[in-house]
């Protein structure tokens, strides 16, 4: 069966310029995941998706794919996933007459997934027919948890989950298990894709990973973090 992996990275970054080519303990923050991808055993194609030259230049240096540049219709700040998708799809069997039955979206900045994490998400997909889609996971605990958040109403704090009786969850011990999403790997069935509003179905599967595997690089603040761990897992 054909997967085939998809890595968006677009050109602008406010907050952190260039940010997906950011060399990031000697390598462009990018070539970490093109790495993993083309690491992975049961990935057919690994493609990037960009609509810069710069980018997609380093990403072919690193061994992926850059078969098109991304429309600047669908490379903005609020551009959500889905079109991305639907532009792959389209323009895979358009251009090559290629279909696929599994896309894997790796996003460049995660740069801790490897080989072995792409794989096994892959094979939780193909092994189980009833689940719509893969996504990796980390577990929420302590004070991020959303049973000890609040909302700031009229100059007062509420509960942000009112249903929750704040009694009974003094202690982290007592929370319940929640987690969060952390688009480390997400692997999808482009099955009835195009019909869907929402691209990752509603028989979601996960993964567990570790919260150091799971840095999402988004500010400067987040960067520095990466390239600190990133150092110690080296030494």
Known sequence: MNVVALIPARGG??????KNIKQLNGKPLIAYTIEAALGARLLTRVIVSTDSNEIAA??????AEVPYLRPSEIARDDTPDRPVYIHLINWLKENEDYTFEYLVLLRPTTPFKTPQLIDYCVNRLQENKNL???????????????????????????????EVDETKYYQRQLLPPC????GVVDVIRTTGLEESAFPYGHKIGFVEIDEKDAIDIDTPFDFELCAFVMGRKQQ
């Not at 893969?134 to 700031?152: C, D, L, N, Q």
């Not at 987690?179 to 952390?182: A, C, F, K, T």
Request: positive net charge.
């Open 13 to 18: 970054s406010k907050e952190l310029p260039k």
């Open 58 to 63: 380093i990403s072919k240096q690193y061994g």
């Open 132 to 162: 719509t889609s893969i996504r990796t996971v980390t577990k929420v605990e302590g004070v991020y948890h959303p049973y000890w958040m609040f909302r700031a109403v009229n100059g007062t704090l509420e509960p942000f989950v009112k």
């Open 179 to 182: 987690y969060r999403l952390n």
